[in-house]
């Protein structure tokens, strides 16, 4: 089952640890840690090998994926003297990286599309890949600025293909959804691990039910938000109630600078927004906050603080603080998504993936964000997985 | 179904928020927040109604309740002018408190037994109750002295009623065994909600058995505890790596002095310490330690720190800090206690109750320390629990 | 020497706990804690006496003053049962309060200042007071829009007292510089304890000069900014550098609701951000962050996240929560502002008092945030203040 | 000025950081972030250079001192590469390390203590250095058992030197104290970075005395006890009471498992206790607490909790958090001592040392514990030292 991991935004830090982990994982230099489908619960289950992923991917960057890795290395995100020992790997993988699309306006979006679908097309037979799954983990878009032809895919085929774009116009798609269109294309699957549009416009979704292609998404649940799907369960078990929640998210890197800026933020706290009164029923004063504090680099410290009221209404507080390395926590679900979605593809599955749920922060085609029920339906739908021989 | 709650420790701070919130509930000055048994799920369970419980209980202080539950409001455990507002239902319990034993070395402790059985039947006559849960929410008790009659009710009995008792001898039950004792012997279900021994003894639980008598414990889970009962999860699930865990809860009020204190501070801290290898299969650095902060009264903070390990390794931390009251987490879950434990009465359970769980942090008969499957398992019981007519 | 305080937002949280609480340490019912001026080192300072106070002052709101001192036991801020124990006090202080100006446009700016004058006059005469320091306590303002009268007091009072003023200008002068310049004219002493301009304009100055009258503010630092001022001099000290300081204030009451809005978030988050440049001699990441949670009511909670780097580097870091009442804090502070600017004015001295700089977050003539050194200064300055017989 | 550092304890994780952050600033690798000399306020002090500084040492490890820097890389102490860098710097300090003595018991302590001091004597001569400054960083001890030889020089000699002592018995003097007794003989001044005894004994300080030495200590202040020495004053100048303060300390490495055990604990949590009373004036329920967490490795978290009264006994509370690496804090303050006490040697300074208050929890000679007073005595002190010619 040789399956190719295709990487929108392929040199950035999650992808360059998914590639770097991955081949230290098969060499036998880390554990999985943070592989949820290496627990038992997973046993049976007919994923593929680690050993048989292979990387790809497209991103605009041209920066070398080894000097990638070095940086994440002082930046403590992979262990000192890891890329020296993993290097061949992760010049293979560089080999395979094209150049993407950066999302500027453009006057054939159709030909981007095909573009990037003949990528795929051609990572496939040369590394003879039984599938290939598409994930999008470069930076965060803002949102996605309604068009008509979002609404069927016959308009959008229309729009995309055969009528003329002015660069002054805003784009018909965000780049994650052309990269979405170019997967379900080339018949890939698609997962959003970022808040952007992706496959999430109706005319992406019936290209995904044309094709046969499942998808999944958004916004992998790393930090703050996995915390908060346990916690509020545990508030509403004890019929607690919650009155106020307040989360102030600190982050480095290029995360920090793009979720700082007004769009992007939106997109991310609206993503993070749902998860209480989801889980709660009810509103609740306070938000969330994304700062952005350049001197944490690649890590992330979250700040909760939770006011609540118990028997006659007595008010009590909790805080937390999460002081996580994102690329660290997302790498190994990037590896359990790729590894459950191509299963799913031999088995047949089409369309929304809502038992993935507990991937992510704002889960396609599920409501549910309590993690434990989450990880009962998961596991409950992959070892009901039949492949076909 | 008028249904009796008797409280060992009736003019404590759980037993007095317990009395007077009920009071307060009945009367609609307050919401019955915190009580579990309110929440959708156990609709159509034939639990008795909060007008239908009856509070009294031993205590071995004369303090006045009124008084007790006027420290409660200075102490913010209260609302300000509730005392007020319930104070004739606050004399009515008053009127119900007998005097317990101080478990001081006694020569006849079966006659002790005798006299706080007949409190008991007493109790339930006078007020015509159709059943009396009893329930110990004394002060935590030092790790009970082992002694060769706990082993059989035979032996047990010969020890308490033949045998003579030299004063300078250690006692053949603690006080919290000896409630137990006299509970069962009295037709009454017994619950520990303290880390005592109560009726976790095998010529206990013989007793309860012969007398037909469920029973349940041990240690109410009101804070620190609960929330390792969600968090420990998260990390199995996600598969992380939990490398240490260590806890401190400060303490005010008697409690703070008792559990600081080197007898009862080990019974805490090892029904503590079950939770965590428990939920993650393997041993983990750290501890729970707890610390006399006389300043802090009636309220507790806990603050724990978490080393974890994600992908190949990379250390990552989560701390929390959990600020609450005791008494006003503990007393809506006693409510809930007494309710249940009265209907499986009613429904003819008998021995040891471990679908209870849910309330414990060590729990009898159970090793699920999971809230989320404890929820689960608590809900399908008491669904199915069928009353005769 | 009896001194009368006059405050502005006399029926706000501050000002009733000011009030309420003057009565109770004059009755011995409450210690004055957090009153600086009862420090051995102001031992021989000659101060008025507590009950050498009186209070009253300007308020837009007809509410009660016993209510507003019962709605502050119920939030926590006020102990259970003090206000019906200096009720008398407090419907005195109610009878000296005067209606005060909204801020909304008016016509006549300068009659407006000549009534509020009017009102200090006749407040000193009644109740035959030395002399009467005003004192702003209610809301913050946004930042005042600039005005070309503010250069120069001539052109000033031209521009308040000669012109027209048509309503839907934007008007001369914010409220807080209205009462400054009524207090200056009324010959009072002038503090603000709040972010709004008060004073501190060109023209307002040399009001204060003419009229030979002492000054003071801005913005009392009751919480993180005091905080600030002694971890910032250690960092500095220890040549430990500071690399992201990052701020989370989460409020409640009316002061949540202002300060989340854009205009007063600004005056506040750049009067709170002046310390950490000033301290360290170098800009930091970071930024001071203001949300609203109705939830806190009157309690203020500040979450500061701090990343620093030692020898060679090595990234550190430290956070801090404070859990403060901000009416609890700033009501001593009040106090003792009162007793220090009345003898400062009786010493004859004029103009803005940078000695006072210990108490505000935003000192006037001084660049000094570190809090050890501007207590000695004040020592110092307050040891020196002579008053003639 | 050529000065000779000999750390006892030289290849433990302080000296190692020492070793290699010395030769890194000597070379331009780093910054001496954390050296206090840096500062400007030294400017102008005839301190040697940092160039001008050789290291030696006592150790009772025989492990490469560039393996240890390469376990520091990994531990995060020291940034990735270092150990490379400086190698031949390192491997010089490495030759000249000599066998220091572990305290076991032994029959002829003068002669140990006669080897200890011709090792010192070898150190000045071959590195021609015109001064030693002889410093204690190796693991904390347990409190020294008291002696009667203790008393007087006089005794302590003929007991060291002309009693035969059994191996059985307990030594006269603790392993620090030789060390103290040997640097005082051989002319060096002494210093204890550590809680250990040192030449805080009656017969000790008579020997520094009588060689004209000067001596400083104790125990480093890089951590909580830091956070206090401001935090304390802070509550003190604002006239709030305190009324509690708990202070929970996670270690990992080898200092964690020394610190939690008994005899250690005792004295590092007594240095840490004379901070809060001394400042503040009255005592304060909580305590320190030190747990061992041997996932922590190198790195520290402190976790410290403050209950405070502000007017009319308003409770009000504050946390803070400290994530150090303690190698990297005390590093610095090992070179600012180093360089301090030499010039304090040059200008004839003897006996105890109470200017250099502002680098220890427990000093010598000195009462004062706030910081910023502590900066100041330093600062005036170092001012004024004369170096004649």
Aim: hydrophobic fraction near 40%; include cysteine.
């Amino acid at each position: 089952m040789r399956t190719g991991l295709w990487l929108i935004g392929a040199r950035g830090s999650v992808a360059t640890t998914v590639a770097a982990g991955a081949a230290a994982v098969r060499a036998g230099l880390g554990a999985p840690l943070g592989c949820v489908t290496t627990l038992d619960d997973f046993q049976g289950v007919p994923l593929p090998r680690f050993d048989e992923l292979v990387c790809g991917g497209h991103d605009i960057s041209d920066i070398d994926l080894v000097k990638r890795a070095e940086q994440l290395v002082t930046a403590g995100v992979l262990p000192a003297g890891l890329p020296g020992l993993v290097e061949d790997d992760l010049r293979a993988v560089d080999a395979r990286i094209r150049r993407g699309t950066s999302g500027e306006r453009d006057s054939r979006p159709g030909e981007v599309i095909d573009s990037l679908a003949a990528d795929l097309a051609d990572f496939r037979k040369r590394n003879n890949l039984d599938s290939v799954v598409v994930m999008n983990v470069s930076s965060t878009e803002g949102p996605a600025a309604p068009h008509p032809a979002h609404a069927s895919l016959t308009a959008l085929r229309r729009s995309l293909y055969e009528e003329p774009h002015a660069r002054e116009q805003a784009p018909v798609l965000p780049s994650s959804s052309l990269y979405a269109f170019a997967a379900f294309t080339a018949g890939c699957p698609y997962i959003d691990f970022t808040p952007s549009a992706g496959a999430r416009l109706p005319a992406l979704a019936e290209l995904a039910h044309e094709r046969g292609m499942p998808w999944a998404g958004s916004d992998g649940k790393t930090g703050e938000t996995l915390v908060k799907s346990v916690l509020a369960p545990m508030f509403a078990r004890r019929a607690l109630r919650v009155r106020g929640w307040s989360g102030t998210n600190l982050l480095g890197g290029g995360d920090g600078a793009t979720l700082d800026a007004e769009g992007p933020v939106n997109s991310k706290a609206s993503s993070k927004a749902v998860v209480l009164p989801s889980i709660l029923g009810y509103p609740v004063d306070g938000g969330v906050h994304i700062h952005n504090v350049p001197a944490l680099g690649e890590w992330k410290t979250a700040w909760d603080h939770i006011v609540f009221e118990g028997f006659l209404g007595t008010r009590m507080s909790m805080q937390f603080t999460w002081q996580g390395c994102d690329s660290a926590l997302a790498a190994p679900l990037v590896l359990d998504l790729a590894r459950l979605m191509a299963t799913a593809q031999r088995a047949r599955r089409t369309g929304p993936v809502p038992e993935l749920a507990f991937f992510f922060k704002d889960p396609v085609g599920s409501h549910e964000h309590s993690l434990e029920r989450q990880f009962t339906t998961l596991v409950t739908w992959a070892r009901g997985l039949r492949v076909g021989s």
